[in-house]
């Protein structure tokens, strides 16, 4: 069996990170962030015309139909980059929800192929968050209505909804309370199947923000030693002090066992493994811990300067903050975790792995 991703997936990973290095530095997402809208039209143009708003949209659709196991790769970069896009809401999530719909269904053939140009933004309400993120700017709202069935799913134009919104420590997360009525009009898939639709945007929503959460992790630790190197005390870089070792150490140490845990999450999503929910509340929970100890070391290392709005990390820092609550808080995971491991005839052990 093959544990390794292809060439052509690594390929793909280092060109996006080219793309989003030029396009996505510190000083510009300080000015998004600082916008009305925490948002950038001309960000969102150059991302569609890399062909990365198509990545999950099928082929019959303009797409280029990639699966779980690349996107893992593109999430750890939206994330290293703190990219100011509710993109995987949209081009991931949403995508995928619309491409689950029965081939010809009006709402898959009319928006899909908007996804691909990048001149749609999708929102996605899901129960397991109490705010819909970028719902003030939407075209359209994914939105569950609940009956005694199941959970039906609802195609919701932009005119057709109220937004309040609320406040988010990350500046660039503009989240919304959506008040709408549920119609005929606007329902695309019933009880019967829309609850496995949402099921399967849960797995992919808490995927994608553990990708995130992992590539903000690396880039606090590598801002993190940048500074423990050029910062002196004593006549020589902090760095060199083996407190400060120990710190570093523990986050890398952290990335690293985080990875292979992301990385299987998405095998199972991927290949419909019936642990797909298990493993992907596993990824969540680990990769938010080296998230949240990458922002506790950085700042320890940083002191208090670390907060403030001069200095990068902060910016980092907050976005991890806000997504370890995303599609899924610990509690959420830890419960879903401790379900399947104490199940009858759970499957256990290292020849389980790939059970």
Known sequence: MEFTFTQDQIAFRDSVSRFLMTEAAPEMLREIWDTDTGRSPELRSKIAEQGLMALSVPEAEGGLGLGDVDWVLMTQELGYYAIPDSLTDTAYVAAGLLAALPEGHAARAAWLPRV?????????????NPWVADAHLADLLLLPHATPQGLEVHAVPASAV?????????????????????????RIADAATGQALWNAALERG?????GQLVGLAQRMLDMTVDYAGQRKQFGKPIGAFQAVKHHLADVFTAIEFAKPVLYRAAAALASGDVSTSARISHAKLVCGEAALLAARKGIQVHGAMGYTWEVDLQMFMKRAWALNAAWGDRAFHQQRLGNALLADAAPLGPGATFH
Do not use: N
Not at 166 to 186: M, N
């Open 116 to 128: 691909v140009d990048g001149s749609a933004r999708i929102a996605v309400g899901h129960p397991i």
């Open 162 to 186: 109220q937004v309040q919104t609320e406040r988010s420590i990350d500046a660039s997360r503009r989240l919304g309370q959506v008040h709408w009525q549920a119609g005929d009009a606007t």
């Open 206 to 210: 808490a995927l994608a923000v553990a």
